[in-house]
């Protein structure tokens, strides 16, 4: 019987070092692919900054320029947007990695949901993004400046306005992961599409409620985040549907 204990110990030990290797195995491979992108972004750091100031650079008057507030601000701030980009360009290489990591520990159905849930969870974040920067970052900076008070220029510190764009990125982002949350909150039998249904009243006072505290104080970009949260909560529900367990489905 000792012997029996001793060797289910063992085989446990074994088993533990075993996923420990694993892990740091997919930890090595994630962390090389970020910097493998963030070294080939390096060189480009001021570019892409240059290319994220346009929104705001397209609506102040001819001539006007960011400035930069610290000493270091003009190296820094490139080099904190290129380490943003490059995370999430390297995205899917992390989340590949992250996915061969628990994938086979998960049945067969897990493995079937997991996989389009984390697909359309990515691609609806870079949607997200994507929609802040080509329509709700243009008309921000529209409004912003046209309630300037007469004889104030706009003078944004660079490392202020990186800092703004990914807040706005970020929040826009994660919002557009709602019909991803509605899928995971039915699958977990948590709710049902008929209730999603239901409550579709209670859920858009509450995406215009998120929206006017994400955004600024204007009722167009409110509005550019809230209606695309509404289609994107119908978007759910229909999702939902699709996946919901059957009645009676063993």
């Not at 899917?92 to 998960?106: K, N």
């Not at 709700?136 to 046209?146: I, K, R, S, Y």
């Not at 409620?209 to 909560?233: E, G, K, N, R, W």
């Amino acid at each position: 019987m000792a012997n029996d204990a001793t060797d289910g110990d063992g085989e446990i030990g074994s088993r533990l070092i075993a996923h420990l290797v694993e892990l740091r195995s997919r930890l090595l491979r994630a962390i090389g692919g970020l910097l493998a992108v963030l070294i080939v972004l390096l060189p480009l750091a001021n570019k892409l900054y240059g290319w994220l100031a346009l929104p705001l650079l397209a609506k102040l008057p001819p001539g006007s320029r960011l400035i930069a507030t610290q000493v270091a601000s003009p190296f820094f701030t490139p080099m904190k947007l290129a380490f943003c980009v490059a995370l999430m360009v390297s995205m899917p290489w992390l989340l590949y990695q992250a996915w061969a990591f628990v994938a086979p520990g998960l049945y067969k159905r897990e493995k079937r949901l997991a996989l389009p849930l984390l697909a359309s969870a990515l691609a609806l974040f870079y949607a997200g993004c994507a929609f802040a920067y080509f329509i709700v970052l243009p008309a921000v900076f529209t409004f912003l400046n046209n309630v300037t008070p007469p004889g104030v220029a706009m003078m944004t510190d660079i490392s202020a306005y990186l800092d703004f764009v990914l807040a706005i990125f970020l929040a826009f982002g994660i919002s557009f992961e709602l019909p991803v949350a509605l899928v995971i909150l039915v699958l977990l039998g948590w709710v049902t599409p008929a209730q999603l249904r239901e409550w579709r009243g209670y859920a858009i006072v509450g995406i215009f409620f998120v929206a006017a505290v994400l955004t600024p104080p204007d009722v167009v970009s409110q509005l550019l985040l809230a209606l695309p949260m509404i289609a994107l909560y119908e978007l759910g529900i229909i999702a939902a549907r699709m996946v919901a367990p059957k009645p009676g489905a063993a």
